[in-house]
Structure formats: C-alpha cells, structure tokens
C-alpha cells in the first residue's frame, strides 16, 4: 500500500516540449502553450457511475453533470475489499479550455497534498471524442466502456502508464 502511494504521488503534470508524447497514450505539453478549447458540454457524456479495474485493484468513478461551467466526480480504489485511496476530483472551464484538479486521501481522508495544493491536469488536445490532459488521456470506447491513461514520473526521469479500464454502472 505505502508503494502505491509514493507511485501515486509521482503523476506527471509536467512541461516539456509542446504537445509531444509522454508515453504511449498520453501527451505533455510546453512551457508557454494553452489549453485545448473546450467546453465542459463536450464532457457530458462522463457523469454517471463507473467502475472498473486499475491499479491492480477494482477502481471506481462518479460524476454529476455539468453544472455552472463544471462537474466534479469522486474517484475511489480497492483491494481485497478494502478501500487504499480516494481523490476529488473538478473538471472546470478555464480560459477557454478545461482543467481537471484533484486531491488524493487515504481511506482515512487523510490528504495527501498540502491544504492549497492540488494536482492539475490541463487539457491540451482533442480529436475523435478522446481527450489528452497533460499526463491523462481520456477514451471513451466504441462499447459505451471507457479507458483512461495515465503517466507517472519514475525516479530515473522515464515515465510509465497505468490504464485504467471502466464499465458504466447502472445502464
């Protein structure tokens, strides 16, 4: 468990060069470069259940509907039936474009972040109904499923992915 956190810790919002990729399915993007544009309308079609598999565990997501120029989702992970982690979690419009922000906290809620800390992931591309925040890659499948890609930043300065894979719960 102590392992996953530190891992989880390392996601990579990070700057590099303009919108190249960070590892097979996610991008990064530029010091300098904006967002993507976007409305949250565009992401309506996120707000229910999901659940699914990710982090070697069962991996859950709820998202309420756009409202106000965002929505906000909660996501929670478990292994063995015990809960590790959860993170709130707003996708808001922003300058033109989208932001998602979240915070991470034990199954205590113990938070992870300092107070005025949260990690952010702009969105810097979209095509084909997927979108590529920086460091997260959002693809929502032909099945009505959706997958999610995400980068963390080793400790040698190579980046890896971990996917995450979701069925809506409900419909």
């Known amino acids: ?31 300098g470069e904006g967002l993507a544009p976007a409305s949250i309308a565009e992401m309506s079609w996120l707000a229910g259940h999901w659940r699914g598999e990710g982090f070697g565990g069962i991996a859950e997501e709820i998202w309420s509907p756009p409202e106000g120029g965002a929505m906000v ?23 033109g474009g989208l932001v ?39 693809r929502p499948e032909a099945d009505g499923s959706l997958t999610m890609f995400l980068a963390f930043r080793e400790n040698n300065g190579s980046a890896r992915e971990e996917v995450l894979r979701y069925r809506r719960v409900g419909k």
């Open 100 to 138: 998602m922000r979240l915070k991470h906290f034990n199954a205590d809620l113990t938070g992870w972040e300092e107070k005025a800390e949260v990690v952010e992931f702009p969105l810097i591309a979209k095509s084909d109904g997927m979108f590529w925040f920086d460091g997260l890659t959002v």
């Open 73 to 95: 989702g909660m996501f929670r992970l478990s292994h063995e039936g015990r809960t590790e982690l959860y993170e709130i979690i707003t996708l808001i419009e922003h300058r």
């Open 1 to 31: 468990m102590r392992l996953l956190a530190t891992v989880l810790c390392a996601v990579v919002p990070v700057s590099a060069a303009a919108h190249e990729p960070l590892t097979e399915n996610t991008l990064t993007i530029g010091a």
